[in-house]
């Protein structure tokens, strides 16, 4: 998938990571219901049931339940949606 080309760099206080140069996603705790998330920055342009757009124009979401097991498939696949938007 590209991952050899991801960097990590600390943006706006969170971790932030890059793809080829150009900002991917990011890693932070959502205000209002203190949950991990994943944030994609093109994720307007990616369609799975469980991002969430709320107020971002460019970017979704996805919450992780810290309660549960990380859904890793689930991820894999929202994570592949983005690279092949970068292809």
């Not at 998330?37 to 979704?60: F, P, S």
């Amino acid at each position: 998938m590209g991952y050899a080309d991801i960097t990590e760099h600390w943006k706006y206080g969170m971790p932030f990571y890059y793809h080829k140069g150009k900002m991917f996603c990011y890693l932070w705790i959502h205000k209002k219901l203190h949950q991990p998330y994943i944030g994609l920055v093109d994720g307007n342009k990616i369609y799975h049931e469980d991002l969430l757009q709320e107020k971002r124009a460019r970017m979704k979401i996805l919450l992780i339940n810290h309660l549960e097991d990380i859904p890793k498939d689930k991820i894999k696949l929202i994570l592949k949606q983005a690279f092949d938007l970068r292809k």
